[in-house]
């Protein structure tokens, strides 16, 4: 039995961890939600040009390239997960490594992507569906976007990096950076020039270049005699870059991360293309109601990207005691977290809507849906702080199975048991799906992690 001394020091220890979790969670949260709201932003603009279709077919444009960039979370995942053990090993060596594996990585995914985009396009039109202007102007999106693919995967290793290295400050404003001069370019291009779908679609690749050239500046600056050194030996940099265990490793974590998200971008494509086939006003609906989503998804992703670096540090420390409080303590925050979302929505739903879009057919089919924006946060809110945790332990094949399951156990099925319910039958699988995720993973945690990684690091 603990003393009462043991009994304070503990509390104050959790108090530290409250502290040390919000620090790093609220400026994740801040740049994560800027996401969102970006998507937001090109939302209202294109929303507020007179026809459905502007909107439906940049938001199917988007899915296209966005598709490329969920499919590889993998990079940013894994970037923080390994730099995260790498810091709490104090590895610096390991660290750059981790970072410039990465980018080269992102840029050889990128640069393949824009050699063959031409049948790229044309193949995720034929699937997409959607109308003869939704399919034209989604072309014009997705003809621009794609270039700018090298620069938003490097963005991704660049981000995930920092974040390892419990740099959240430095990630937010950079963030905010590169996402004001996307919507103040947004606005230019559309109302001023008047390009309407290109203008959106070249305002967001001039700012992931942006954001490139300025994420490499600060890391360069910032680490500047770390980086020296590490580039000085180039022949033993190159020997450790290519090292055939290290590529193995790496390359066998990310197939698990990839086959995570290849499940969880087939629910979200097929939730957009099935939309397009049950009208334009439909698919613009939803364009909003996936926004709303992200803005979900981006905050409660602060806590959970917050609990995978304090994790991956305790881990790669060998604190066991750390490890399984910072999981308390994120259950704990992800849970306020939703209520307020939920909250929101509730409360606001309407007026939001309101502000995304003019277009009468548009809002009144999609408040009708409002409901499911409630209920997500509350339902979803565990799988994400799980998928933080697992992150930070790299136990990638924990995390693959429990999509895999989600998937093909939870989110397909339903859909096609409730698919005479429209849209509804969308969003309901969609719950499920996430219901599972959460189920899943929290199982694994209490049965299989607990055992294993012991609280008691004396006892193992």
């Avoid at 974590?253 to 290849?262: A, P, Q």
């Avoid at 969880?264 to 097929?270: D, G, N, S, V």
Wanted: charged share 10%; proline share 2%; aromatic share 14%.
């Amino acid at each position: 039995m603990p003393s009462d001394k043991e009994e304070f020091l503990l509390k104050i220890a959790d108090l530290d961890q409250h502290k040390q979790l919000l620090l790093l969670a609220f400026p994740m949260i801040l740049s994560n939600i800027t996401v969102p709201l970006l998507g937001l932003v090109d939302t209202a603009v294109i929303g507020h040009l007179p026809h459905a279709y502007f909107l439906g077919g940049s938001t199917i444009g988007a899915m296209i390239i966005t598709s490329i960039t969920w499919l590889c979370g993998f990079l940013r995942m894994s970037t923080t997960g390994l730099s995260a053990q790498a810091y709490g090993f104090n590895d610096i060596q390991q660290n750059l490594l981790v970072l410039l594996r990465g980018i080269l990585v992102a840029f050889a995914i990128g640069f393949s992507f824009v050699l063959l985009q031409v049948p790229f396009i044309d193949i995720a039109l034929n699937v997409a569906g959607g109308s003869d202007q939704v399919q034209l102007y989604a072309k014009q999106y997705s003809e621009i976007r794609i270039w700018g693919l090298p620069a938003a995967l490097a963005n991704l290793v660049i981000l995930g990096w920092l974040l390892g290295n419990h740099q959240a400050s430095v990630v937010m404003w950079l963030l905010i950076a590169t996402n004001l001069i996307n919507i103040c370019l947004d606005l230019l291009f559309v109302f001023g020039f008047g390009w309407q779908v290109k203008g959106v679609a070249s305002a967001t690749i001039i700012a992931e270049y942006s954001g490139l050239l300025a994420g490499l500046t600060i890391i360069f600056l910032r680490y500047y005699s770390s980086v020296k050194q590490f580039l000085t030996d180039q022949t033993a940099l190159f020997a450790s870059l290519f090292e055939q265990n290290s590529l193995f490793c790496y390359f066998k974590l990310n197939r698990d991360i990839l086959i995570r998200t290849l499940c969880l971008e087939a629910c979200f494509l097929f939730i957009t293309f099935q939309g397009a086939r049950l009208g334009d006003e439909v698919v613009a609906a939803n364009a909003i109601l996936m926004n709303f989503l992200l803005l979900i998804s981006f905050g409660l992703d602060g806590i959970a990207n917050a609990a995978e670096v304090m994790v991956g540090k305790a881990y790669g420390e060998e604190d066991n005691k750390k490890l399984h409080s910072t999981v308390k303590i994120g259950l704990f925050w992800t849970a306020i977290f939703a209520l307020a979302y939920a909250l929101l929505f509730a409360l606001a739903g309407q007026w939001l809507l309101s502000l995304i879009s003019n277009i009468n057919a548009v809002i009144d089919f999609a408040q009708h849906y409002l409901v499911w924006m409630i209920i997500l946060p509350l339902v979803a809110c565990w799988c994400y702080l799980f998928d933080g945790v697992y992150i930070g332990l790299m136990k990638a094949t924990a995390m693959r199975n429990s999509m895999m399951i989600a998937t093909f156990a939870g989110f397909f099925p339903l859909w096609f048991l409730l698919k005479d319910y429209g849209n509804h039958g969308l969003w309901a699988a969609l719950l499920c799906f996430m219901l599972i995720r959460g189920v899943t993973l929290a199982w694994h945690y209490k049965c299989r992690v607990l055992n294993t990684i012991p609280i008691d690091p004396a006892s193992s």
